[in-house]
């Protein structure tokens, strides 16, 4: 594949209401972002991937924007944002901001004006009459209840996907697509590299028949997603802005899957260079959705990044990702927050800095931040917690206890705490009141105290993203599985004409071994432990031990 910036650049993410607070409001800011692009510079990314920063009244977060060309006021101003960006080229960053374009808020003036029967703006969004004095169909929204809501003023209901308070556009309406790519073109022409698009995948509606589906999941893969005119949406977009500039873009959404992932990034088509898919991060949900929390299978987790893999090569391009600011921390997920939390953390590192693709690292894994459990439903801010409260325990009567132990193990605000700069008070985050509770194992995880540690979890990241960009060949070169049936072993070769590796992390607190052949010709190149262990011609590894071994 040809080689781009944004294939081997490393992406950070960062979610800014809880990245660093500078003005004592408790909520993080640009100006806190800013202040802290030295360390960010100090990991090696290459690019920093924005979470909102519109003008929002946060219903979700920023994700139901009111204005796409002002700045949030609790995150500062647009000379704020226009520093930021300044700084940030001064030491070589990129900046990908998000791109919220299925729903606007309902304070959006667009929104405001489409409630009025007869005004231009009606056709913004979708107006469907009720049947029978109820919803026009049985959508659900997904973050419970109906997708529509009834408004007095426009007398007809709206769709909305997501909450109430985010309607969806209509998509069909030229003028709202031209909107939409006139707002790119506005960041864009100020200098920033890309977008990630939320949930891209559902913009366009298929019809709106009643859902054959029961469980939720099911509705959004094959109902909502990939509509009709999807493609015809993102060539309409390449052609109008993404042709026009050196940028990068990313699409996300639920209902991406192996069988319609090349339709978005085939390099041939035109559309985007990249999505997330989330068959990894749907892994553990049940029919009842996430807090339905099932067990998942190891073998067929392999499998998710093997297929997209073989799915994508030599035709687009992948991303690599294991958590971001929708799922719980991934230590905490796919590896060890108790007595291998460090070496499940740099495991974790390892992984994501040696499959093929864009690796993607979400703020605060760098120093391997946990999930959290906080015993009250009050302490909880996210919208799609308090709405599955609602749903299941207040109107449907699950038990309480049941409830709150899916919300410890799956709460998006596991992956929301504000970031752990210190341990001094508020973990150096702010001088105020937090938005949102600290994990209160801050004391131990931390940026100080692992800055000087050498065997530090953040200092493992900051070498495993020096040694991908030395040995490209992690970033471009050929994938096989190794030990595919392998229980606890995901192991697999990467190579090309610049070098051959094998790489194996052991998912497991049992010793795990992998035969290699011609094991003399390998010699280790970099691991989560200090030293490691070679037996009867097969690698030994320990405890969520994770290797990168280099063809001599
Ligand atoms: O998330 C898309 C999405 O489908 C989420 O509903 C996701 O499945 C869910 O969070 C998992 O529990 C994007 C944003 O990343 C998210 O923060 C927004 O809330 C959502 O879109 C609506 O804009
Ligand atoms: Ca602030």
Redesign the pocket.
Not at 20 to 37: F, P, R, Y
Not at 175 to 197: E, S
Not at 242 to 261: A, H, N, Q, R
Not at 528 to 548: A, C, F, M, T
């Given at each position: 594949m040809n080689r781009t910036w944004w294939k081997e650049g490393i992406v950070y993410q960062i979610y800014p209401r809880s990245y660093k607070d500078s003005n004592g409001d408790g909520v993080g800011d640009l100006n806190g972002i800013i202040s802290q692009l030295d360390y960010i510079k100090s990991l090696g990314v290459d690019i920093i991937w924005l979470c909102p920063v519109y003008q929002s009244p946060n219903d979700?977060n920023g994700?139901d924007i009111s204005d796409y060309y002002n700045i949030m006021d609790e995150f500062g101003t647009m000379d704020d944002f226009d520093r930021l960006l300044s700084e940030m080229k001064q030491r070589g960053l990129r900046l990908v901001m998000d791109l919220?374009a299925n729903?606007t808020s309902d304070e959006h003036q667009w929104f405001l004006e489409s409630r009025e029967k007869d005004s231009p703006k009606r056709d913004y969004y979708i107006w469907r009459d009720g049947v029978d004095g109820a919803a026009p169909n049985n959508w659900q929204s997904?973050f419970s209840g109906s997708a529509w809501k009834y408004d007095e003023i426009a007398s007809q209901y709206y769709l909305h996907l997501?909450t109430k308070k985010?309607p969806d556009l209509n998509w069909e309406n030229p003028a709202v697509r031209q909107g939409i790519y006139d707002v790119m073109k506005f960041w864009l022409d100020k200098g920033i590299d890309g977008f990630r698009m939320?949930?891209i995948s559902v913009i366009s509606k298929k019809n709106y028949e009643d859902s054959p589906y029961p469980a939720l999941n099911d509705t959004i893969s094959k109902v909502y997603a990939n509509g009709p005119k999807i493609h015809e949406y993102l060539q309409e977009m390449h052609q109008e802005v993404m042709s026009k500039y050196d940028m990068m873009t990313v699409g996300?959404g639920?209902g991406i899957s192996l069988e319609t992932g090349l339709s978005y990034v085939d390099e041939a088509r035109k559309e985007l260079n990249m999505v997330f898919h989330?068959d990894h991060m749907f892994i553990d949900h049940g029919a009842g959705g996430?807090f339905d929390v099932v067990p998942y299978d190891f073998v067929h987790f392999k499998q998710v990044f093997a297929k997209w893999d073989e799915l994508l090569r030599g035709r687009g391009w992948g991303s690599i990702f294991l958590g971001n600011?929708?799922?719980p921390r991934i230590v905490s997920r796919f590896g060890n927050d108790g007595d291998y939390w460090s070496q499940a953390a740099k495991l974790l590192a390892t992984m994501l800095l040696s499959l093929r693709g864009t690796s993607y690292i979400y703020q605060g894994d760098e120093i391997g931040m946990t999930n959290v459990a906080f015993d009250s439903i009050e302490d909880y801010d996210d919208v799609?917690t308090h709405n599955s409260y609602q749903e299941e325990v207040v109107e449907g009567g699950r038990d309480l206890e049941d409830f709150m132990k899916a919300v410890h193990i799956q709460a998006?605000d596991n992956a929301r705490t504000p970031m752990h700069w210190s341990n001094e008070e508020n973990a150096g985050f702010t001088d105020g009141n937090p938005w949102l509770k600290l994990n209160p194992n801050y004391p131990k995880i931390n940026v100080a105290a692992q800055q000087e540690d050498d065997a530090s979890v953040l200092n493992y990241y900051r070498k495993m993203v020096r040694f991908r960009k030395a040995h490209l060949t992690l970033v471009y070169g050929d994938f096989e599985m190794l030990a595919p049936d392998h229980q606890q072993l995901f192991a697999y070769r990467r190579w090309d004409e610049g070098g051959e590796y094998v790489i194996a992390h052991n998912f497991s607190e049992q010793e795990s071994t992998l035969a290699l052949d011609n094991i003399a010709t390998y010699e280790k190149a970099i691991g989560n432990y200090p030293d490691h262990q070679i037996k009867d011609g097969q690698v030994q590894l320990r405890p969520w031990e994770s290797i990168i071994y280099q063809k001599k």
């Amino acid at each position: 594949m040809n080689r781009t910036w944004w294939k081997e650049g490393i992406v950070y993410q960062i979610y800014p209401r809880s990245y660093k607070d500078s003005n004592g409001d408790g909520v993080g800011d640009l100006n806190g972002i800013i202040s802290q692009l030295d360390y960010i510079k100090s990991l090696g990314v290459d690019i920093i991937w924005l979470c909102p920063v519109y003008q929002s009244p946060n219903d979700d977060n920023g994700y139901d924007i009111s204005d796409y060309y002002n700045i949030m006021d609790e995150f500062g101003t647009m000379d704020d944002f226009d520093r930021l960006l300044s700084e940030m080229k001064q030491r070589g960053l990129r900046l990908v901001m998000d791109l919220v374009a299925n729903h606007t808020s309902d304070e959006h003036q667009w929104f405001l004006e489409s409630r009025e029967k007869d005004s231009p703006k009606r056709d913004y969004y979708i107006w469907r009459d009720g049947v029978d004095g109820a919803a026009p169909n049985n959508w659900q929204s997904i973050f419970s209840g109906s997708a529509w809501k009834y408004d007095e003023i426009a007398s007809q209901y709206y769709l909305h996907l997501f909450t109430k308070k985010q309607p969806d556009l209509n998509w069909e309406n030229p003028a709202v697509r031209q909107g939409i790519y006139d707002v790119m073109k506005f960041w864009l022409d100020k200098g920033i590299d890309g977008f990630r698009m939320d949930v891209i995948s559902v913009i366009s509606k298929k019809n709106y028949e009643d859902s054959p589906y029961p469980a939720l999941n099911d509705t959004i893969s094959k109902v909502y997603a990939n509509g009709p005119k999807i493609h015809e949406y993102l060539q309409e977009m390449h052609q109008e802005v993404m042709s026009k500039y050196d940028m990068m873009t990313v699409g996300e959404g639920p209902g991406i899957s192996l069988e319609t992932g090349l339709s978005y990034v085939d390099e041939a088509r035109k559309e985007l260079n990249m999505v997330f898919h989330f068959d990894h991060m749907f892994i553990d949900h049940g029919a009842g959705g996430k807090f339905d929390v099932v067990p998942y299978d190891f073998v067929h987790f392999k499998q998710v990044f093997a297929k997209w893999d073989e799915l994508l090569r030599g035709r687009g391009w992948g991303s690599i990702f294991l958590g971001n600011h929708d799922f719980p921390r991934i230590v905490s997920r796919f590896g060890n927050d108790g007595d291998y939390w460090s070496q499940a953390a740099k495991l974790l590192a390892t992984m994501l800095l040696s499959l093929r693709g864009t690796s993607y690292i979400y703020q605060g894994d760098e120093i391997g931040m946990t999930n959290v459990a906080f015993d009250s439903i009050e302490d909880y801010d996210d919208v799609e917690t308090h709405n599955s409260y609602q749903e299941e325990v207040v109107e449907g009567g699950r038990d309480l206890e049941d409830f709150m132990k899916a919300v410890h193990i799956q709460a998006r605000d596991n992956a929301r705490t504000p970031m752990h700069w210190s341990n001094e008070e508020n973990a150096g985050f702010t001088d105020g009141n937090p938005w949102l509770k600290l994990n209160p194992n801050y004391p131990k995880i931390n940026v100080a105290a692992q800055q000087e540690d050498d065997a530090s979890v953040l200092n493992y990241y900051r070498k495993m993203v020096r040694f991908r960009k030395a040995h490209l060949t992690l970033v471009y070169g050929d994938f096989e599985m190794l030990a595919p049936d392998h229980q606890q072993l995901f192991a697999y070769r990467r190579w090309d004409e610049g070098g051959e590796y094998v790489i194996a992390h052991n998912f497991s607190e049992q010793e795990s071994t992998l035969a290699l052949d011609n094991i003399a010709t390998y010699e280790k190149a970099i691991g989560n432990y200090p030293d490691h262990q070679i037996k009867d011609g097969q690698v030994q590894l320990r405890p969520w031990e994770s290797i990168i071994y280099q063809k001599k």
